[in-house]
């Protein structure tokens, strides 16, 4: 082996280190810009999530006040009223059957 091999082979080394140090740079920038686009898209989901769960928690704290606002004379007449109309549609009997309520038997028609 002579120095101009030698010389030759250290040259081409040194181009090749240049260009793995190249794409090491290029893949390392890739992967930053990867990274950075993934963090911004991850932090508008969870704003649009937080968003929207405000909206639900809004929805819910109005119905939970509705539901408290109930007292029991307002629930003591839908259920008169109900019960009216079992009386005097008997097709309706079996709904509040299904659900575990047994209205008075209907008044015959004359």
Known sequence: ??????????????????ALQRQSFILHLALMVVSGTLVFFLCYQAHVASSTLENFRQQTQQMIKNYAGLNHDSIDTFASQITAYAVTHPDFQPVLKKYGWTPPAASPKK
């Open 1 to 18: 082996m002579n120095d101009s091999e030698v010389q030759h082979t250290h040259a081409e080394l040194s181009e090749q280190i240049g």
